[in-house]
């Protein structure tokens, strides 16, 4: 049975590459999301932080996305028992 799982520095360069493909700033997800500073996003671009799912969905309305399309996902091989 596969656990699926979130590879966060993966979704985090995918975040970076669909900013740019899109024309977005740092500083302009900084203002559309009103954060005082952009730390919450760099954090989301390195792969140390996700956004919540409020922000999952800000994120792909403004890039033009799916938010299947921000994220990736892995799948864990686990074994059940009998």
Do not use: E
């Not at 024309?23 to 954090?43: C, W």
């Not at 989301?44 to 033009?64: C, E, M, R, S, Y």
């Amino acid at each position: 049975m596969a656990i699926p799982t979130i590879d966060m520095i993966q979704t985090g360069q995918n975040i970076v590459r669909l900013r740019k493909l899109s024309g977005v700033s740092v500083r302009n997800l900084q203002d559309i999301f009103g954060f005082a500073t952009p730390q919450a996003i760099y954090k989301w671009q390195h792969g140390t932080a996700l956004p919540t799912i409020d922000n999952l969905v800000v994120l792909a309305a403004v890039l033009g996305v799916r938010i299947d399309d921000i994220l990736v996902i892995t799948g864990t091989q686990i074994s059940r028992s009998a």
